[in-house]
């Protein structure tokens, strides 16, 4: 939103007014000189005089000084003497006080100030709907959101060509007090305004719109939006996330990851929630080792942090590529750093993978000793296997009557039990022979 009002073009403005009105005097004054009759007095409503305007200018140099109490006492002064200025004189004293009161951050007083002007009786139409329009804004700055909607809707009621940005300032004041439908009526009618007179949609009134979309689930709508920006915006990473977001909500997941790979690839993604995000999508897709390989850059450049949380994304990218020599350095990074069952357990099976029995059986006896182990039985089941593949019969036996104990596990631990005996059986006859 463009800034309510600029105070030094009050100034100036007032300043040519009253340069002016001082030309009008001026030439009064040559006429009276030559002997020519003096027209009859009249109320001048549309001129600063040259004395009113003396005293102005030495509130503007104030101003321009940014000497704002100067500025106000010199406007305090002129307002002492208000029964002799003229209608347009005093709109245009409050005009610059509403200047000064916004350059001091006085909203409430700049308000005030607008509100003086459109009292003041013969206003010229350029200057009310100037200070309507500077109303509606400091409204909206002020979070009054439906007295800026009732001041922009005075203002479009008197001014005979509104301006796109008037609308939008309308449909931003109406989607902060959640009126959707007409936030998106004042939304099209401002850029259907911009497009009659040859303007691109402007960034923001596109946003918001998409905006708009997005609060009423109009998913659709708001990625069609969306795509307006990408195309007009290519290198602002945030519109292709945004839209990537659209697609996932609308279940089209295959854009959702063409779009997010395109703003990697484009650079775009920088952020680290952006880069697992972007992951996970792969990882969804069955792409694991395009997760791998981005996971690895990420940690290698430090754009993602080696976190348990990041590490234990890495791990399980690297599980589903199958990556498990990879995995194992990952696993033993996350174990010391947690001292979690879990991951000790994760360790122990990426070993089971690679054929190292012991270092597998090394790992799952680490899970049984770690915190957090939720379920022992399960864990002593899998070192009862490691074991039984290292060809450490009884041990593993003993871990499979332990797991037994478990309700959900005894028929398969206790079959263990029966199969790890029968093996003990047949080699010992088998040495036997």
Not at 99 to 107: I, M, Q, R, S, V
Request: aromatic share 10%.
């Amino acid at each position: 939103m463009r800034c309510p009002v600029s105070v030094k073009n009050l100034f100036i403005c007032s300043a040519l007014s009253a340069l002016l009105a001082f030309g009008v005097v001026a030439v009064d004054a040559k006429d009276k000189a030559k002997g020519k009759p003096a027209p009859p007095p009249s109320k001048q409503t549309g001129v600063i005089r040259a004395e009113t305007y003396k005293k102005m200018e030495v509130s503007q140099k104030a101003f321009e000084a940014k000497d704002y109490k100067g500025a106000l006492a010199s406007l305090d002064g002129l307002r002492a003497g208000e029964a002799k200025l003229n209608d347009y004189e005093r709109a245009t004293l409050y005009n610059l006080y509403a200047a000064t009161w916004y350059a001091l951050d006085n909203t409430p007083k700049a308000l005030e100030s607008y509100a003086l002007v459109l009292k003041q009786p013969n206003l010229p139409d350029g200057l009310r709907d100037s200070s309507l329009y500077a109303m509606a804004q400091l409204h909206f700055i002020a979070e009054d959101y439906p007295k800026a909607i009732l001041t922009v809707n005075q203002w479009l009621a008197v001014v005979s060509e509104p301006s796109p940005d008037a609308y939008a300032l309308l449909a931003q004041a109406y989607y902060q007090t959640q009126k959707y439908a007409e936030a998106e009526k004042a939304l099209t009618t401002s850029l259907k305004i911009s497009k009659e007179r040859g303007m691109a949609p402007k960034e923001a009134a596109l946003a918001l719109l998409r905006a708009i979309y997005y609060e009423r689930k109009e998913y659709a709508k708001a990625a069609k939006v969306l795509e307006i920006l990408v195309s007009s915006h290519p290198d602002k990473g945030t519109y292709w996330q945004q839209l990537a977001g659209m697609r996932g909500l609308l279940d089209q997941q295959r854009q959702q990851l063409a779009l997010m790979h395109a703003a990697y690839r484009s650079r775009l993604l920088t952020a680290e929630t952006d880069l697992l995000n972007l992951a996970r999508l792969y990882m969804v897709q069955e792409i694991p080792y395009a997760a791998v390989r981005l996971i690895a850059s990420g940690i290698k450049n430090k754009s993602i942090k080696a976190s348990p949380e990041n590490l234990q994304l890495f791990a399980q990218a690297l599980a589903l590529a199958q990556e498990y020599r990879q995995q194992i350095p990952v696993l033993k990074t996350l174990a010391e750093m947690t001292g979690e069952a879990r991951h000790y357990a994760y360790l122990g099976q990426a070993y089971n993978e690679t054929g190292d029995w012991k270092s597998a059986a090394g790992a799952f006896r680490a899970a049984l000793k770690a915190k957090g182990l939720d379920k022992p039985a399960d864990t002593q089941m899998q070192l009862g296997t490691a074991l039984f593949n290292d060809n450490q019969f009884a041990e593993a036996r003993s871990h499979f009557v332990a797991a037994a104990q478990s309700a959900t596990l005894a028929e398969a631990a206790g079959n263990w039990v029966r199969f790890v005996d029968q093996e003990i059986a047949r080699r010992e006859a088998v040495r036997a022979m």
